[in-house]
T-cell receptor, first 112, second 114 residues
């Protein structure tokens, strides 16, 4: 098992550009989430999915879109990058509700 | 949301038991307590979780008080590799749809002293 794989690991964007952060898991997990972590702060939930075809918003969804066409993949799309979206992004997955989450190693995004 | 309160930092001598406290006085009856840790800038790592009873696994033990308003994570024999930020989290259900979130606070920065 590769676990939760995030790509790319680092990315620099210009303001207004769009891009997709990739997240894939090979553990047949139902639950997948995207979090962002700003310096000195805890993680904040962006979007969430409880299964293929089902997504919902978290605490800070503005400026981001997600889709879940397969169980394995949960990409996060930045529509028009802004400097406020400079952060470390973590994808996580969980088998079912009362199981622990497995996190990816993160994508460090800088918007200039 | 049930919120958690943790001390910002703690030190522990290598080889000793590290006891990390967490208060969650507004926790609801069906909400679980989870512990994660984050080593440097890596992704958080799941440690353990529980509802009412004490739990133990290969990494740690979780002691939850009878009234469920607080809990303690115990690392029985701390090593230098246990230096990390430890997060106590209540997994909150946002809707019947199934959405939920892990509410991460700022955690406890645990430093293991050689």
């Amino acid at each position: 098992n590769a676990g939760v794989t995030q790509t790319p690991k680092f990315q620099v964007l210009k303001t207004g550009q769009s891009m997709t952060l990739q997240c894939a898991q090979d553990m047949n997990h139902e639950y997948m989430s995207w979090y962002r972590q700003d310096p000195g702060m805890g993680l904040r939930l962006i979007h969430y999915s409880v299964g293929a075809g089902i997504t919902d918003q978290g605490e800070v969804p503005n400026g981001y879109n997600v889709s879940r066409s397969t169980t394995e993949d949960f990409p996060l799309r930045l529509l028009s990058a802004a400097p406020s979206q400079t952060s470390v992004y973590f994808c996580a997955s969980s088998y079912k509700r009362h199981y622990g989450y497995t996190f990816g190693s993160g994508t460090r995004l800088t918007v200039v | 949301d049930a919120k958690t309160t943790q001390p910002p930092s703690m030190d522990c001598a290598e080889g000793r038991a590290a006891n990390l406290p967490c208060n969650h006085s507004t926790i609801s009856g069906n909400e679980y307590v989870y512990w994660y840790r984050q080593i440097h800038s890596q992704g958080p790592q799941y440690i353990i979780h529980g509802l009412k009873n004490n739990e133990t696994n290969e990494m740690a033990s979780l002691i939850i008080t009878e009234d469920r308003k607080s809990s303690t994570l115990i690392l029985p024999h701390a090593t230098l590799r246990d230096t990390a930020v430890y997060y106590c989290i209540v997994r909150v259900r946002l809707s019947n749809f199934g959405n939920e979130k892990l509410t991460f606070g700022t955690g406890t920065r645990l430093t293991i002293i050689p």
